[in-house]
Structure formats: structure tokens, C-alpha cells
């Protein structure tokens, strides 16, 4: 082993606060060091500094600025450093004693005293680490599951950056819900729509006729297995009774087809034969069989030109392996029968997407033909719901749709009286043009909430419960309901093992605002509707956007794995699964011989390791020997008769909360020692047990609720000490030994109260 | 070879539970000459005093008072093999609950302060009644398991153990009786009871935490996964899950699985898993499902309170 040791001094800056000349003694007297530097300016120098270490030492150690928050050298540009020497970049370590140090702490002793700890704790751990394991071959072929435009505008983009993909697609042609509507948003400036009979067949052309894109119809995800970072499918396609290479959707076979049944593509309102094509710009563009329907009578194949009919097919099994995923599926329209004051079950009382595709058979109500003289939308049908019937959320889109089929019955159909039942109109962004169209066409608008739609002598009357507490009768001769949307992939989620909030819809892996539409389980994400309500321009958005991120996790065919991994020593696993179930990222297996980590799913979290109760499970670089090696040295130096406080704070928000005190000019005293632990919840109780016998007082801190980079870390650790003060209180222990904090990264304040508090109540 | 079975602070199922050998007995007490046992013979501490030497102690029930602390050093000095049987001799068991009070609290509580109680009267080691002085063992500051007062050499866990358990001390005596010292010193499995639970997971976490009344328990699905806290994941098995067969959840008489830090901690860490959707909650909720545990002592310690590390904080 040979350690090399950087010092900087910060521009001479941390010399004003630390004896820098003692940290060199310490650092040149360790054991294995061979190489101590001071530098003024690394992030300056570092070039001619790591060249003078190459093939001298196998690690490093520097000591310095925070390598979280450090503007100008973090830890991914020390990895790149190291890289570039040719070490191994999980081979470093840091002592923070600038943010954490010079910068908090005025007592030029104390500080002292402190980074002379710092380094020692690092230099432990350091020693230590190991190298990250061997990059982890990736399969350059992608899953889409869900042919709709955000589906196949991923496929040909991932396709174009020279990717082979595999589109599955339930139904037996592409376009999912946007081939319904027949008139899409554009977002303009002012109310600006174009056809999906346009956009539809170009975009799936685009998509049919690409060789690396392989399209399965009628098909559906049977089973995925996690094999050694990819993931391994099982695609079942139901019996291909028309070969769509053959057929030339003559029309014949459905001509003579004596079967008429319901066009599920057009809703309740049209009827196809059993052997038909659902819609005539329908691609792939070959005729289908509804199997269910078909009776086998064997006309179709008298006609049939081509000979491309087989009534014997049978389904089909696909087995692939894919280096990512991208789940497409797009939602589907809560079930409204569920809410009986809207009395769907009356044939003039409808959907939006209904009436979408009544509208292309001509505007007449179901029951009896006639075109209604009155008709009624009523918004938020199940969403933003209060009383648990239909959903809380607002479904985004609604009330803009609503305008849009407003405002084309007052133009085609002027006679017609209109009314919008509303809570709140939300036509937001560009698309308030629509409804500012149908305001100006006279289209009356009531707010309140249905109380009832009674059936009454061929009307309808619905009774409004007004905001203003009056109650309003309003007499329609149909009722459209703008329904609430909800997800359509829910099962295919979970056999990817995506955490999804309790609609359904997948949690985005925080900080989700620079991470959007991916998933906790890494390379799978979600694009379009599956993500939540959105328009159709905005499905290809995230289509197109994650084919760029994916396109770059595949470029190079393998998965350089983290620093922190998770591994299993399976002579002590009693298979109980606890770390497999508190896994956010679904990255762990119970096989027959104990658990097993799948090293390119894992993030590294220590969720895992933190409720191991026989520590079987470890994580790479941050074991619990690693940890308490460092606590063993963590008050050294520290001075006599104060209480020494140990802060456990998580790699994202609490570690750098931290460093802002430093930034922010907060001072504290020099008493407390900080380790960056990976999730707050990284630590096992077992741990931390051992932690609290060596020092007088533990907090604990992590991200702030609904923010944890792990899904639910920071909510188990808050419970677990939550548990540890309460039995501690029991047993006559001073619970303010060892105290949890929600810390995000703005509130260096609070941290360095609770710090100071602490300091405070465990004087002895 | 001779044996002692003696019992100290223990509710007597230990000694009830050598009877779960069944007929076995008998191939025991062909090979075996037991020379002391009082809860079955009406043996005194003098007869054991009077021994000149036995080769095997199985003691239940742990040190509560001076007068077991006694007994059980007069036999660790009779015989070559001491085992530690029963959860209360291998860790206190449930009387080591009493050690979150001191002694007085105890007496006063149980003397004094029960509501059955009118003018109670602390028991005193020594009372002077006319001319007679009667005295009582000393009730002591903390429940001791055996190995805390004298060297213990095997473990023989559970509340009882179990009929397998004993299975395996039988034939451990055998062994010992052939002049064999074997090496595994703890009677159970070295894997935890999940190891060998017939019930099976979704690798879910637990939903919430469901006290045993609240819900009736699902009898093929892990306890856990039911949001019912089950410390099968930090026992050691080898007892055959016989509670878990009868519907009923671990609460770890068996013991923390070998590599555990503390029982009771340890337990806390996959306890806190319990509970799902705070991020629907305002963050003071967030930890509101731990506080269905009334006593969380009585929980992760429900066997094993004198050996708790973070007791040993104080």
C-alpha cells in the first residue's frame, strides 16, 4: 500500500485557520505514506501535482475542500483525477477541512485539533477502500413497452443513435390513444390543433420502417428476470392469425367476415367484423382477427388474395435481453360507473375520449340518433376528488380537451346549448387560448359539482350543488364527462420492480427535477402518459429526451459500476429477504443460497446493509468496520471535557447542509466530527450502538421528507431512532445522546443548532 | 455420569419441558443417574452440598436473588459441565424484563403499591419475629443469566426450548459422556429463524405495524410482511418455528443470531421499516407508525434485557 497525501491550503487561506504544519507531520508520520504534498491551489496545480504521484502511490488522500460541495473539485472530478494516474476511482478519500473546518470553526486550536482528526478518519477509511469491481457488460438493445407516440418517438430516436429496440404493443396497431383523438394540441400561442390521422401514420411509418426497430403487436411483457445487469424478457404475442407481410388490407376477408362485433378503437360507437382492420390508417397496416369473436367458419380464407390468412396460428413466445427499458403504457380513463352521481351507465351520459370517437360517426346521441340540442361537459369527472371517489390529483389535461370539444360544437353545431360544469378551469400554459375561444362563443359556464344526473323523460337533468350554495337544474340531452386519468402499466411496473406513488404512477429518482422519467430501478424509465397526464406534444418530448439518456448509458456497451456497491457474504444470510424488501432500487435477489446483490442495478444506498441483522450484507467502501474504524479515531486530537458529537449526515442534502455552514459563515464549536454516511439510513442500528459506546453524543441527519434520494431512507432511520430514544428513555439512558434531524441542504441553520444544542445538553 | 438439574429464577416450564423428550426419557435415565433435581424429588440444598462431585449441570431460570447466585456457584463447583438451559439461564429471559427498575422499584411495586394491596410491607432479608430471627435470600439489584455469575460452557436457548432443542442437549450429553467436548457451544441453528419459516414473502415492507389484536394474522404469509412484528429475522432458529405454526409471531427466545450486534437494535432497524406513503403525510407524521409499540422494550428485549448493549449505555 502507498498512500499519497495532498495537502491544499486553499490559496494560503486555510493556514490562517489551521496549523497546516502539523497536519503534514501527522500525514508524513502515518504508516504506508509516501507521498505528502502541500499545494496552494490544487484545483489549479493538480495536473503537475498527480503526475509527480503516478506509479508512486495506489491511493489517495486529499485534503482540502469538500468534495460534495465543493465548487471547483468534487468527488467526480478527484475520480477523473485519479483516472488519469491510473488508479482505480473509487481509491481516494477526503478530509473536508475547509467547509467543515477552517470555514466553521474560529478557534484556531480547536480547528486544528479538528482537521488533524479529519485526516486521520480519512486516511482509516482510505486504507480500506477497495477498487470497483469490473464494469458490468450491457446489452445495446432497448425495450420499449407501449406503442404510442412517446413510445415509438423513443424507438426512433434510440434506433437513429444506432440502437436495436424492441416495441411491444398491446393492441394490434400503433398510436395508442392519440389515433382516438382526432385533433391534437399544438402549443402555440394561440389555439393551434393538427390531425392524428397526420401525425399518427407519420410517426409510425417512421417506426415501421426502421430495421433496427423490431415492432410486436399484440403482445404483452410475461415475465422479467434481472440477469447480471440486464434485464431478461419474456414476450408473449398473441396468435398472428393474418401474416401482416402478406396482407395488402384488400378489405376482402372483412366483406364476407359474418360476424359483426364492437370496434374497441372507436369506444361503444362503431362495429367492425371479426376480421377487420381497426381504423383504415392503422399500421402496421394488415387486417386482425378478434379472436374471442371468430367463429372459425373459414370465409375469410376463400377471398383472401395473398393467402395470408391462418385460422391454426398459434402465440408466439419472444425472449429478449435489453440493456434498459423504457415503459410507455400510457394511461386509461378512470372507471366511471364507480362514482354513481354521474350515472354513467346511461347511454347519452359519455366520456371525453368517447365522445372523441362519437364525433367521427357525427354528432348524435347514442340512445336515439338524434343530435342533442343541449349538452352538458362536466369537468374533474373523478379527479381532484375529496372524498375518495376517483382520484385527488388534477388530470392536466381535461379541461383543456373539454375546450377543445367545446368550442368545435359551438362552431359546427351554433344551436347548441353548452354548458361546462367546473371546479376550477386549468388550460394552462398556451393552451388558455382554448378557453378563452369558448368563453367568447357564449358557452355558459357553472361552478359546482354534480350532485346527480337523473334520466327524465329523453333528458337528462343535472343537478348542480353551486359554489355560491345554490343548487341549479340543468336539463341536457347528453352529458360529456371529462374523466379522470389514471395509469395503464401498474402490473407491468411492478414486474420491473418500479416504486410508484399509490395511483400508480412511477416515483422519478430524486433530485427528480434533473432526473425526469427515470425510475428507481436504474436504466428503466418512463415516457409519456405512463409518467402522468400530459399532451400528446409532450409524450414525444419525453420520448425523444429519454432516447438521448439512454443512448448514452448504452454507448459503450457496459456499466462502469459505483464506488459503493452492495455485496452479500452468504454463509451468514438466513434468506429473511428484509434487505430485498427495503430495496428502493429492486436490485437484490433471494436465491436458494442466500440473498444476491445485481452489482449494475445497485445505487449503493446501504438501505440494505442498514436492516441486515446479522451484517451478511455489506456495502463496498462503506463497511461497518470502515465506519467504526473511523469513529475509533475521530476525537484524537479532539479537547478534553467537551462532549464529543458525531454527526452521520447523508451524502446529498444533510452532508452538504453541512458544508453550508461553512459557506454561509455560521460558526460552531470545534467538538463535532462529521461523517458522510451514503443514506441517512445507510447505518444499522447494531452500528450505531457500537458508534454511541465511543462517543458522547450521535446525530443523525437526512434528507428532508419527501426527499430522499432512496425513496424511504430517511423515513426508516427517523423511525428507527425514533424507536432507539424511546427505548433508551426506558432504560434510564439520556436519549439526547443520539438524535435525528431532517436536514435538507438549505437548512445549515437548523443543522447547526441541533449541533450546538446537542453540545449544550451532553456537557458533562 | 451424574446430573444436576437444578432451577433458579424461572417459572418451571423448563424443568415441565425435559418431559417433551417423551418416551426418550427413559434412554436418559438408562444412561444418565440424576442426582438432583428438585423440582421433581424433594431434594434440599444440602444434598447437593453433600455431592462430592457430578459431571453435568443443566440449570434453568436465571439469578435474581443471593441465595441463586449461591446455588449456582456451589454447582459450577460440583461439575465439569455447566449448561445454560432455557431462555432465563442463557439471557436473562422474562424476569430480566425487571431490570429497567432496581430492586426497591420492584419490591415496592409488587409489596406496596399493587392495587390489591392494603398496608404492604417490603419483605426484608432479616426479620426479627419475638426471638426468632427469619431470614430471606436477598432480592438483588439486576436479573444475572448464568454465564454474568459463573462460566457457562453450553446454551441450550428457548421459552422453552423445544423438544428438537432438547433432542440435541441429549445428544450432546452423550457426547460428553464419551469424553467428547464439542465445539458448537449454542443449541440452535446459526441462521435465523426466517431461515427455516415455512411462510412465504412478497419481499414487501411492512405496510404498517399491526398489534396482534388488530388484524387475524394470515397463516401462510411472513408476519412481518403483515405489518405484525415477528423477530424471527434476528433469532436464531433451530426451534423447529413452533410458534410460527401455531399462527403465533417470534418474540426471540431463541436468542440474536450470532453476528447480531444486540438483540434488541437490531431488531428496532427492520421494526422501523414498517410503514409506507409519509410522503402523502406532513413530515411530523412521518414516523407516527413505531408509535403503535406501547413498549418497545418489552418488545425487542422480551428475553434478553441483561444482555442489552444499549442497557449498557447507562
Given at each position: 500500500m502507498s498512500v499519497g497525501v495532498i495537502i491544499c491550503t486553499c490559496g494560503n487561506t486555510l493556514s490562517e485557520r489551521i496549523d497546516i504544519d502539523r497536519l503534514i507531520e501527522l500525514a508524513e508520520g502515518l504508516e504506508d505514506v509516501s507521498i505528502v504534498k502541500k499545494v496552494d491551489l490544487f484545483c489549479e496545480e493538480y495536473e503537475e501535482v498527480v503526475r509527480e504521484m503516478k506509479g508512486k502511490v495506489d491511493r489517495l488522500l486529499f485534503v482540502g475542500c469538500s468534495e460534495r460541495s465543493s465548487l471547483k473539485m468534487n468527488e467526480d472530478k478527484i475520480a477523473q483525477i485519479l483516472e488519469k494516474i491510473g488508479l482505480n476511482r473509487a481509491m481516494f478519500e477526503v478530509a473536508n477541512i475547509r467547509e467543515q473546518c477552517a470555514w466553521v470553526h474560529e478557534d484556531r486550536d480547536g480547528a486544528t485539533r479538528k482537521a488533524l482528526d479529519q485526516l486521520m478518519m480519512a486516511y482509516v477509511k482510505l486504507r480500506s477502500n477497495r477498487p470497483t469491481g469490473e464494469a458490468v457488460k450491457l446489452e445495446k438493445r432497448v425495450l420499449v413497452v407501449g406503442g404510442g407516440v412517446a413510445g415509438m418517438q423513443c424507438a426512433i430516436d434510440l434506433a437513429k443513435a444506432g440502437i436495436d429496440v424492441v416495441l411491444v404493443e398491446k393492441n394490434p396497431y400503433l398510436g395508442g390513444h392519440t389515433a382516438q383523438i382526432p385533433l391534437l394540441f399544438q402549443c402555440?400561442?394561440?389555439s393551434s390543433m393538427c390531425t392524428s390521422e397526420c401525425i399518427v401514420p407519420v410517426i409510425a411509418r417512421e417506426t415501421v420502417f426502421n430495421d433496427k426497430i423490431t415492432i410486436i403487436t399484440n403482445a404483452e411483457v410475461k415475465e422479467v428476470e434481472k440477469v447480471n445487469g440486464n434485464f431478461s424478457v419474456t414476450i408473449e404475442q398473441k396468435p398472428q392469425f393474418v401474416d401482416p407481410n402478406k396482407c395488402?388490407?384488400?378489405g376482402k376477408c372483412a366483406e364476407v367476415c359474418p360476424i359483426e362485433v364492437p370496434n374497441e378503437f372507436d369506444m361503444k360507437f362503431g362495429k367492425r367484423k371479426a376480421i377487420d382492420k381497426d381504423f383504415a390508417l392503422a399500421i402496421p397496416d394488415t387486417y386482425n382477427i378478434a379472436d374471442e369473436y371468430c367463429n372459425r367458419c373459414g370465409e375469410c380464407l376463400k377471398v383472401c388474395p395473398t393467402n395470408a390468412i391462418n385460422l391454426d396460428a398459434k402465440p408466439s413466445i419472444y425472449n429478449y435481453k435489453f440493456g434498459a427499458v423504457v415503459i410507455a403504457t400510457g394511461f386509461q380513463g378512470y372507471d366511471l360507473s364507480k362514482i354513481a352521481e354521474l350515472n354513467y351507465a346511461h347511454p347519452d351520459v359519455v366520456t371525453s375520449l368517447e365522445f372523441e370517437r362519437l364525433l367521427t360517426k357525427g354528432f348524435k346521441r347514442p340512445s336515439d340518433g338524434k343530435t342533442p340540442e343541449s349538452l352538458v361537459f362536466v369537468l374533474c369527472s373523478g379527479s381532484?376528488?375529496?372524498?375518495?371517489?376517483?382520484?385527488?390529483?388534477?388530470?392536466?389535461i381535461c379541461c383543456s380537451v373539454i375546450m377543445k370539444l367545446a368550442n368545435r360544437i359551438a362552431t359546427l353545431f351554433p344551436e347548441t346549448e353548452i354548458t361546462v360544469i367546473y371546479k376550477d378551469i386549468r388550460t394552462p400554459g398556451k393552451l388558455e387560448d382554448f378557453y378563452k375561444m369558448v368563453e367568447r362563443k357564449g358557452v355558459e359556464f357553472v361552478k359546482g359539482e354534480v350532485d346527480e344526473i337523473a334520466d327524465g323523460n329523453g333528458k337528462l337533468k343535472v343537478t348542480v350543488f353551486k359554489e355560491d350554495g345554490g343548487e341549479e337544474e340543468i336539463e341536457a340531452d347528453m352529458v360529456v364527462l371529462a374523466e379522470a386519468l389514471i395509469p395503464a402499466g401498474v402490473q407491468l411496473l411492478k414486474k420491473f420492480g418500479v416504486v410508484t406513488d399509490k395511483f400508480g404512477f412511477p416515483i422519478e429518482f430524486q433530485p427528480r427535477i434533473i432526473n425526469p422519467n427515470e425510475t428507481y430501478v436504474d436504466r428503466v424509465f418512463v415516457v409519456g402518459t405512463a409518467k402522468g397526464p400530459g399532451i400528446v406534444q409532450e409524450s414525444v418530448e419525453s420520448g425523444s429526451a429519454v432516447a438521448m439518456r439512454i443512448a448514452e448509458m448504452l454507448k459503450d456497451g457496459e456499466k462502469r459500476l459505483q464506488k459503493f456497491v452492495s455485496y452479500v457474504n452468504k454463509d451468514l444470510c438466513?434468506?429473511?429477504g428484509i434487505c430485498a424488501s427495503m430495496c428502493p432500487h429492486d436490485a437484490i435477489r433471494i436465491k436458494e443460497d442466500g440473498a444476491e446483490v445485481d452489482s449494475a442495478f445497485?445505487?449503493?444506498?446501504g438501505l440494505c446493509m442498514s436492516v441486515c441483522p446479522n451484517h451478511a450484507i455489506q456495502l463496498i467502501n462503506f463497511e461497518d468496520k470502515q465506519l467504526l474504524d473511523q469513529v475509533e479515531v475521530a476525537f484524537k486530537h479532539a479537547k478534553e471535557g467537551e462532549p464529543r458529537i458525531l454527526a452521520l449526515l447523508c451524502y446529498w442534502c444533510s452532508y452538504a447542509a453541512a458544508d453550508l455552514m461553512g459557506v454561509k459563515g455560521l460558526k460552531l464549536p470545534a467538538n463535532f466530527r462529521s461523517i458522510r454516511i451514503r443514506c441517512s439510513s445507510s447505518v444499522n442500528a447494531g452500528t450505531l450502538l457500537e458508534i454511541l459506546k465511543k462517543v458522547d453524543g450521535v446525530l443523525i441527519a437526512g434528507c428532508p421528507p419527501k426527499n430522499c434520494h432512496h425513496g424511504w431512507g430517511n423515513y426508516v432511520s427517523a423511525k428507527r431512532i425514533k424507536l432507539m430514544n424511546e427505548a433508551m428513555k426506558q432504560l434510564g439512558i439520556n436519549p439526547d445522546k443520539l438524535r435525528w434531524e431532517y436536514i435538507g441542504v438549505a437548512m445549515w441553520g437548523p443543522l447547526a443548532k441541533a449541533i450546538k444544542e446537542m453540545t449544550e445538553r451532553l456537557r458533562p | 455420569m451424574k446430573v444436576v438439574i437444578d432451577w433458579l429464577a424461572s417459572c418451571g416450564g423448563c424443568d415441565v419441558s425435559i418431559l417433551d423428550l417423551g418416551v426418550k426419557i427413559l434412554d436418559v435415565i438408562k444412561e444418565f443417574e440424576i442426582v438432583y433435581w428438585p423440582v421433581a424429588l424433594d431434594f434440599k440444598k444440602k444434598d447437593l452440598e453433600s455431592l462430592d462431585k457430578a459431571d453435568i449441570a443443566i440449570v434453568n431460570g436465571a439469578v435474581r436473588t443471593s441465595e441463586q447466585e449461591e446455588q449456582v456457584k456451589l454447582i459450577r463447583d460440583k461439575v465439569d459441565v455447566l449448561i445454560a438451559y432455557g431462555s432465563c439461564a442463557c439471557f436473562g429471559g422474562i424476569p430480566g424484563l425487571g431490570n429497567q427498575f432496581d430492586a426497591n422499584e420492584i419490591l415496592k411495586r409488587a409489596y406496596v403499591e399493587t392495587p390489591s394491596t392494603t398496608e404492604g410491607k417490603i419483605p426484608q432479608p432479616v426479620t426479627k419475629l419475638n426471638d426468632t430471627e427469619l431470614t430471606l435470600p436477598k432480592f438483588l439489584d439486576k436479573v444475572k443469566p448464568l454465564d454474568e455469575v459463573v462460566e457457562v460452557d453450553y446454551y441450550v436457548p428457548g421459552c422453552p426450548p423445544s423438544a428438537s432443542t432438547i433432542e440435541e442437549m441429549v445428544e450432546l450429553l452423550l457426547k460428553l459422556k464419551r469424553g467428547e467436548k464439542p465445539e458448537k457451544r449454542v443449541l440452535a441453528s446459526d441462521k435465523s429463524l426466517c431461515y427455516e419459516c415455512p411462510r412465504f414473502k412478497s419481499l414487501v415492507r411492512p405496510p404498517t405495524i399491526n398489534r396482534p389484536h388488530e388484524i387475524v394474522a394470515d397463516q401462510e404469509r411472513c408476519f412481518l410482511e403483515q405489518g405484525i412484528v415477528c423477530l424471527g429475522f434476528v433469532t436464531r432458529g433451530g426451534c423447529g418455528a413452533r410458534c410460527i405454526k401455531a399462527n403465533m409471531p417470534c418474540r426471540g427466545c431463541y436468542g440474536k443470531v450470532p453476528n447480531a450486534v444486540d438483540f434488541g437494535t437490531e431488531a428496532i432497524t427492520a421494526i422501523a421499516m414498517a410503514g409506507t406513503g409519509e410522503d402523502y403525510l406532513p413530515p411530523m407524521r412521518t414516523?407516527?407508525?413505531?408509535?403503535?409499540?406501547?413498549d418497545v422494550v418489552g418488545l425487542i428485549y422480551h428475553f434478553c434485557l441483561p444482555k442489552s448493549k444499549l442497557g449498557d449505555l447507562k
Open positions: 402555440e400561442g394561440w395488402v388490407s384488400c381532484r376528488s375529496e372524498n375518495g371517489n376517483g382520484v385527488p390529483y388534477c388530470s392536466k438466513s434468506k429473511c445497485c445505487r449503493g444506498c | 414516523t407516527e407508525t413505531v408509535d403503535k409499540i406501547k
